[in-house]
């Protein structure tokens, strides 16, 4: 265990699915610095793909991570990538026992258990890194700095936009089949989703709170009532006729466009517990829910929704999370200020910024690396394990940029954000957190 600067940082994987292995890939940039010693998930491919990525020890490998917690203190850090529902119970525990801990977003399901959360790792003295890994990205960065450098005056709107869709499917593969499809199995759509962009808008505003949210939402399109004639429960039963028509046909996103094209990533790789081969692939559409018709689920999460926020001082902001969309999570974002404005549409190679006192306009070019396995986010994912790793390495807090306090006042916005959809309503957040 490295308890004193300068010597290995040690880490448990608690979920291996997608994000846990892409975060253990880190291993592989700084192994002088930083390693994964032990892995905990149910499922044996998961777990025992990531043993073989970080070359962990037979008897450091778990099903549960309630195994682990039961050993006495092993490591420095736990980085805790379970299912939305299931991060609030291992946060707490191993918080308790002393294990700094990267959390993967949301913090948690409920307003009640991110306060917990934040509160134990408070009472513990616990490094706690939430990955909000947008805010590492170098759009996102240049955009805090212009707006910090007074180069727009003071803000006094931002328009934020995240396209969810990607040719229409993206929506239906994680919040119609996927894991993120029911509120009561996982977590409203605008908290799984939009926690990140809440998190930046609250971010750009700096020093301004926000004091009053408004939401409006709605579940489109994906129900019953709009299920085509002739269509079958399962894609891979339904009449050449009305699958070759449907935008979410199975059938051509997972094995045309996925296993018979050679993508064996996501959203692929998440069907199977098994290898993602053209078996497993075919059998999990045939069982599973993401064969299913997308019109024949229990899915309950809002397909596009929008969110208006009053900061201090008069700022406002307003955020639409859709479904449909051709573009997958390529956030769009106007800031506008007293003296200029910014715009930015994700995957452009500069933040486009406007001064209103010369009629310049300035195009700042933002910097690209592939970081390989850690590329996701725009290379945001490495930049996180990054700072992450450097704080417990030099046992600084001031590196970690989502902490507890910031991550926690951004969550409780979403949260008012949809208690103001569901009674309809405007909610106040008071300067204590409470709501009125």
Known sequence: MSDSEGKLTTAIVIGAGQRGFAYAHYQ?????????????????????????????????????????????????????????????????????????????????????DCREIVRVCKENNIFL???????????????????????????????HLEPVGYMYWHFAHSFVRGNWHKESESAFSLLAKCCHDVDLICHWMGPQKCQSVSSFGHLSHFSQSNKPKKAANRCLDCPKEVESKCPYSAVEIYINNGIKSFNK????SVLTSGP???????????????????????????????????????????????????????????????????R?????????????????????KLESRNRGPLSGHGGADYCLMENFESALYHKDFSKIHTGADE???????????????????????NEDMSFA
């Open 407 to 429: 991550t926690l006042a951004s969550h409780l916005v979403v949260f008012a954000a949809e208690k103001a959809r569901k009674e309809n309503r405007v909610v106040t957040i």
């Open 265 to 268: 990533g996501w959203p692929v």
């Open 276 to 342: 993602p081969d053209i078996e497993n692939v075919t059998e999990a559409l045939r069982t599973g829910p993401y064969g299913r018709c997308v019109f024949d689920m229990d899915n309950d999460v809002m397909s596009q929704q929008v969110v208006n926020m009053q900061f201090t001082g008069g700022a406002t902001a307003s955020l639409s999370m859709i479904g449909f969309t051709e573009s997958i999570c390529a956030r769009e974002v106007n800031v506008f200020g007293t003296k200029g404005e910014i």
């Open 28 to 112: 592989e940039v700084k192994p002088e610095e930083f390693r994964v010693i032990a892995v905990a998930d149910p499922k044996k491919y998961q777990r025992e793909r990531l043993q073989t990525l970080c070359n962990i020890a037979d008897d450091m490998v778990f099903q549960d991570w309630r195994e682990v917690a039961e050993r006495e203190r092993f490591a420095d850090c736990v980085m805790i990538c379970t299912q939305d529902q299931q991060h609030k119970e291992p946060a707490v525990v191993f918080a308790k026992k002393g294990y700094h801990i990267l959390l993967e977003k949301p913090m948690a399901t409920t307003e009640e």
């Open 344 to 364: 930015y549409k994700d995957g452009n190679g500069s933040v486009l910024q406007v001064d209103f006192t010369t009629g310049q306009r300035y195009h700042h």
């Open 129 to 159: 890194t939430v990955c909000h890994v947008l805010r590492y990205t170098p759009w996102v960065r240049k955009i805090k700095e212009l707006i910090d450098s007074g180069a727009i005056g003071d803000v006094v709107n931002i328009q």
